[in-house]
């Protein structure tokens, strides 16, 4: 009887493994299995890669994001309007960015945040412009960056 919970557990696992690993052509226990080492291989060797281009892409960004002014983007249709700011983190700069969006005359719809590295962070904002306002994009760029430089 314990044997044979034994063997049903374990084409159980054998079940679940087969769901796990993608491109599986064969069904077989042997099969299976070489699958699924040559499936975890392949999945560490692309893990060290991107640890590696990572730390060496993290280290430049942090250093650069110190002495560089926050990166905009902005997107719009006629009345939408999407902003990603990549800044330094720091005590009230989410308050003091949102603050200058307002000045603007966009009427805030969703506000994302997110870390970016240890020391920086980015900031999405997606917008209407009021009633009765608005500007082309290159004018919404050098308001919002002229307004950022100042803080942060």
């Known amino acids: 009887m314990a044997e044979r919970k034994r063997r049903e557990k374990l084409n159980q696992r054998f079940i679940e493994l087969s769901g796990l690993i993608p491109g599986l052509k064969k069904l077989d226990k042997a099969s299976l299995i070489e699958d699924a ?64 969006i ?5 009427v805030l719809s969703a506000v994302s945040t997110m870390p970016f590295t240890a020391s920086c962070i980015c900031v999405t904002i997606t917008a209407k412009f009021e009633e009765g306002y608005s500007m082309n994009v290159n004018e919404l760029m050098k308001k919002l960056s002229s307004s950022f430089i100042n803080f942060l």
């Open 102 to 106: 307002e000045k603007l005359h966009l």
């Open 37 to 100: 080492i040559n499936y975890i291989k392949e999945l560490e060797k692309k893990l060290n890669m991107k640890r590696t281009s990572s730390n060496s892409a993290n280290y430049q960004n942090e250093s650069l994001s110190r002495k560089t002014s926050p990166n905009i983007e902005v997107n719009m249709t006629k009345k939408n309007v999407l902003v990603k700011v990549h800044c330094e983190a720091g005590k009230g700069v989410l308050a003091k960015i949102l603050e200058e």
